[in-house]
């Protein structure tokens, strides 16, 4: 008997891909679970002055008289038909009622990732050739101030500094009318954006030193530079490219990262994305909103470590050869 | 899904576990480390003894317009209903200082009796305790607060717990990985031949030999627990909403941010620094664990 001759490394796709859909199994129990002591739906949409009679007439409406159990196999079958229930506060579903917010949200984490991914790469690798210079020690305290700054913080300090109150050239909230999109008001997407980018630059610059100069001190590095290979070959070729390998990593978590962010971000921008939608949805005891909204945002946290684990195997021989 | 420590670059650990005194020692020779001391110290000092030298109540009403200007009487002006804003931000320290500890404190208790524990049970118990910390990861950290805060109001003890918990599986991983290591070496077997019961080697044998990178990541855990919580305030969760508390202080006075900053730019100022002071403190103390600096410069 032999074995079928697949590349091993399907089926290590395939066992992460297990694992995840096991994780986000428990996930959604965890979500439906909490969200079950966030009080009754019933009496949140109705108000006060209910009678016994209304509210256990929505009760049945809603399922809510039915075991625990079947309520979650209602709602997370609901789920994977792409129906999340009607939002409690805004009589809607929720399904409409976050759409647009989704696509808001997406826009700005994908712009900040697509400034501070670049960015901090080529940070850590200039600071990694230029160890211990200047630029090195500079960067090691700049990256460690901000990494240490919680989110709203460097939100708020950027709308002191360039908004209200030592500038005035730029706009403290992003305003999106309904219909439009945040791309159709730049001004108001560079603070935001600024402030996402400030948050994650730093760590992934921090990593992205670390691993290149381990790559630097490595023997086929050593070897490159013995047979006489330039400088900027032995680095481009030869040490860029295994150092990206743990810094997939990174960048997966601090995408997954910034999908958290955007939570206290937005808030301080007044942003229409998930992230201020969650935000009221907990306010408001809002329950199909929050278990929606945390089922996506886990889901994008799973999917992109993910795809960083796979990446990561995809570019490392040596981990490709283990399996 | 693997764990990774922003603050600390990864450089793999000396075999033999340094002695976590002689670590603090060699962290407080780091310019970083002892800026961070300077800055900790300071806005401890505020948040502990500011209430003495507070000139007004931190909830008294000045009788002067609410969101007004520095002005006699109120040295940085009154804040969105009329308060004194330095008597408040004097006064707003010490709660966001002790929330932040008491969640530090728990989130490294439970993390690290369950790291230890997977660590030297091995097997399946290891498998599930892992897998159980990977779901709770499978959250951002502000995200599980506000649901369990939303779920259970957001009372003193609750803040506490929720952002508690958040720390509890960063702080596993990071034992169980120190842990590992120590539990195939032969005094842990020799302790468990002469009968020493289980959670004394826990306890007393290996978790001696993990107090270096427990230290960095309790430094990191306090860092990020200061910004969660001042966070939660800001999205306007926190045990007492009309309280004087930085983060509160933020969420009240944002709305008027243009016309009166200081009660903004006083609190934010000063969680600004105290997490810059942590993080400072943590990387001398990670740099000292990991003698980076100094075997860099001996080779």
New interface residues.
């Given amino acids: 008997m032999s074995a079928p001759a697949v590349s091993p490394i399907w089926g290590f796709i395939a066992r992460r891909v297990l ?1 995840g859909f ?3 199994f ?2 959604s129990i ?2 439906f679970l ?2 079950q ?2 009080g009754d739906p019933a009496r949140a949409i109705l108000g006060r002055t209910a009678t016994p009679e209304s509210l256990a007439a929505l009760r049945q409406q809603l399922h809510l008289n039915q075991p625990l159990i079947v309520q979650y196999i209602t709602w997370a079958g609901g789920l994977l038909h792409g129906d999340a229930g009607m939002s409690l506060a805004a009589q809607e579903p929720v399904s409409t009622l976050i759409k647009d917010k989704v696509v808001n949200s997406a826009f700005l984490v994908l712009i900040a990732g697509g400034i501070s991914i670049p960015l901090s790469i080529a940070i850590g690798s200039y600071a990694a050739l230029r160890r ?1 210079k200047p630029f090195d020690v500079a960067m090691s ?1 700049i990256t ?2 901000f ?7 460097v939100g ?2 950027l ?2 500094l360039f ?3 030592v500038l005035h050239v730029l706009p ?1 909230v992003t305003i999106i009318p309904p219909g439009a999109g945040p791309w159709d008001d730049p001004a108001g997407l560079v603070l935001p954006t600024l402030t996402l980018v400030l948050a994650v630059t ?2 992934v610059a ?2 992205m ?3 290149m100069i381990e790559v630097l001190e490595s023997d086929y590095v050593e070897m490159a530079r013995l047979k006489g290979l330039p400088e900027r070959v032995v680095i481009t070729r030869h040490a860029l490219p295994n150092a990206l390998g ?1 810094t997939f ?2 960048i997966a ?1 601090n995408l ?2 910034l ?3 955007i ?2 971000v937005e ?2 921008f007044n942003y229409g994305g998930i992230g201020s939608a ?2 009221d949805a ?2 408001n ?1 809002d329950i199909p909103v ?1 278990q929606a909204l ?1 089922m996506l ?2 889901g994008l ?2 999917a992109l ?1 993910l795809l ?2 796979v990446a990561t195997i995809l570019v490392t021989p040596k981990l490709r050869t283990r399996l | 899904m693997s764990v990774y420590n922003p603050l600390v670059t990864n450089e793999p650990p000396l075999v033999q576990p340094k002695k976590p005194s002689g670590v603090l020692r060699n962290a407080l020779t780091l310019g970083r480390t002892r800026v961070g001391v300077a800055l900790l110290i300071l806005i401890a000092g505020i948040a502990v003894l500011g209430p003495l030298f507070a000139p007004h109540g931190p909830q008294e009403y000045l009788g002067l317009l609410p969101n007004k200007g520095p002005a006699p009487g109120a040295l940085f002006g009154t804040d969105h209903i009329g308060q004194d804003v330095w008597s408040r931000f004097l006064d707003g320290g010490r709660e966001i200082l002790l929330l932040a500890a008491a969640a530090t404190v728990l989130g490294l208790a439970i993390g690290i009796a369950i790291g230890l524990f997977a660590a030297y049970t091995k097997g399946a118990v290891d498998d599930v305790l892992m897998r159980g910390m990977d779901v709770i990861l499978a959250f951002p950290a502000i995200m599980l607060a506000l649901v369990a805060i939303a779920t259970l109001g957001p009372s003193f003890w609750m803040v506490i717990l929720a952002v508690g918990l958040t720390n509890v599986p960063r702080v596993a991983r990071v034992t169980r990985a120190a842990a590992q290591p120590i539990v195939e070496r032969d005094f842990v077997g020799a302790a468990e031949a002469i009968g020493v019961p289980r959670y004394k080697i826990l306890f007393g044998e290996i978790l001696p030999n993990v107090l270096s990178p427990l230290m960095v990541e309790g430094s990191l855990r306090l860092t990020y627990s200061i910004g969660l919580i001042a966070g939660l305030a800001f999205l306007g969760f926190t045990p007492n909403p009309n309280g004087a508390d930085w983060g509160v202080m933020i969420q009240e006075n944002y709305i008027a941010l243009s016309v009166q900053p200081w009660g903004v730019v006083l609190p934010v100022l000063a969680i600004a620094l105290l997490t810059m002071a942590t993080g400072m403190i943590g990387d001398g103390i990670a740099r000292a664990a990991a003698g980076i600096d100094r075997l860099r410069s001996a080779e």
């Fill in positions: 694992l096991v994780v986000l428990l996930v965890v979500v909490a969200t002591g966030m211990d305290l460690l101030v990494a240490a700054l919680p989110e709203f913080v708020v300090l709308v002191v908004a209200t109150t403290a730093p760590y921090r990593i030193r670390a691993s743990p990593q990174v978590l997954a990262y999908a958290g962010g939570i206290v808030y301080v969650l935000r907990v306010y005891h929050i945390a945002i886990a946290y799973v470590n960083a684990d």
